[in-house]
């Protein structure tokens, strides 16, 4: 489809823009188009509930059993970060390469003077310690965390499980606070923000009540770091310790103390 077809297509179908409103670009609709695509597709494909009890748990369990060994239970989560790894990251970097015709660098993907950054998410990291305490006494969150139960098992399914589970962060971030935040900033400023939030917000709509509205919270600060640095990845690592931080706390909560939690992570 020719670059300006399809922003005047639209706008022949949609009533006049109000006095003032931007007008129709083709960046902006491909970003938009592609994100509800990729989040219908993730939503009904790339979860573990679409790992199990499908064909794909048929077809694939051999090659978990070869691949994972006694592990084999962990196959629905490594499936969930396989697929947030393709639906959230590179799918939309293909996107900012062949279309965008611009770096993956414009979009968050900075490694180069993340570390000076550090202390500010080391320090958001400690002002969430004491509410994810909180929250592992909640009935409601002990009954989510961690996702797969066989997590409290310890070692390497611990570990392998966080790092599926890490996959799935660096999708998150990369999608939202990369792809979202980035490529709306340029049209709509600090709105682009508020835009990337709604659909974040609403993955969380399965998790407990003080998650989802901690979600919004979240999507606007780390959005905002983002775009600050220039970087999404501290962002990434703080999100994934944030994760496995309430995973050991609900297991220290379900196995009677610190020490039998300990003894089970490590």
Request: net charge positive; no cysteine.
């Amino acid at each position: 489809m020719p670059p300006r077809l399809l922003p005047r297509l639209l706008s022949r179908l949609l009533p006049p823009r109000p006095a003032g409103a931007p007008e129709l670009d083709r960046a902006n609709v491909v970003v938009f188009l592609w994100a509800t695509l990729l989040l219908i597709v993730f939503q009904y494909f790339g979860k573990p509930e679409s790992y199990r009890n499908s064909a794909l748990e048929s077809l694939l369990s051999p090659l978990a059993v070869r691949a994972l060994g006694t592990h084999a239970d962990l196959a629905p989560y490594a499936y969930w970060g396989v697929m947030s790894l393709l639906l959230r990251t590179l799918i939309p970097l293909t996107v900012v390469a062949m279309l965008f015709r611009a770096s993956p660098r414009d979009f968050g993907w900075r490694w180069r003077g993340t570390l000076s950054h550090a202390p500010i998410y080391v320090g958001l990291w400690l002002v969430m310690l004491p509410l994810l305490i909180a929250a592992s006494t909640m009935p409601s969150f002990q009954a989510k965390y961690p996702f797969f139960r066989g997590a409290m098992a310890g070692g390497l399914t611990f570990w392998g499980y966080e790092l599926a589970y890490g996959l799935q962060f660096l999708g998150v971030e990369a999608f939202f606070r990369g792809f979202l935040t980035f490529s709306l900033f340029r049209r709509f400023g600090h709105y682009a923000l508020f835009i990337m939030a709604i659909p974040y917000v609403m993955i969380h709509f399965n998790k407990p009540l003080p998650e989802v509205f901690g979600a919004f919270a979240a999507a606007l600060l780390l959005g905002s770091l983002a775009l600050r640095t220039g970087s999404f990845i501290p962002g990434f690592f703080l999100h994934w310790a944030i994760g496995i931080t309430m995973d050991v706390l609900a297991i220290a909560k379900a196995n009677g103390g610190w020490r039998n939690a300990l003894a089970v992570v490590f």
